[in-house]
């Protein structure tokens, strides 16, 4: 079984930074395995949809339009880590932010569905 905890949400004005981390089980970062993780984000009133993902291995993320160039996805896999760095903030980034790992598809077209999830972080924008 995958763990996945988040933390870093807060508040946050707009035009202002928030950095999320997600901890994560040793055996997503194993150059072995074929993990994808990714972070999603769930605003209110909308479906949890797919913001960034990429392999730890090879460390290319990819991005949802709304979030390309201000967001940016990394890992440290020396300390299990995912992080999503989030710049240029603005209201509608508001919402809670899950880290999954095992992703059913990662690519330019779409970021889906995931087979672990973390419990979330709230992240609210105000303007």
């Known amino acids: 079984e995958v763990q996945l905890m988040e933390s870093g949400g807060g508040v946050a004005q707009a035009g202002g930074s928030l950095r999320l981390s997600c901890v994560a089980s040793?055996?997503?970062?194993?150059?072995?395995?074929?993990?994808?993780v990714g972070w999603f984000r769930q605003s209110p009133g909308k479906e949890r949809a797919g913001i960034a993902c990429?392999?730890?291995?090879?460390?290319?993320?990819l991005y949802r339009n709304s979030v390309k160039g201000r967001f940016t996805m990394s890992s440290d896999n020396a300390k299990n880590i995912v992080y999503l760095q989030m710049n240029d903030l603005k209201p509608e980034d508001t919402g809670i932010y899950y880290c999954?790992?095992?992703?059913?598809?990662?690519?330019?077209?779409?970021?889906?569905?995931?087979?672990?999830w973390g419990q979330g972080t709230q992240v609210t924008v105000s303007s």
């Open positions: 990429m392999s730890p291995v090879d460390g290319v993320a």
């Open positions: 999954a790992a095992r992703l059913d598809y990662c690519s330019s077209y779409g970021i889906t569905g995931a087979k672990f």
């Open positions: 040793a055996v997503v970062f194993d150059d072995r395995e074929d993990y994808i």
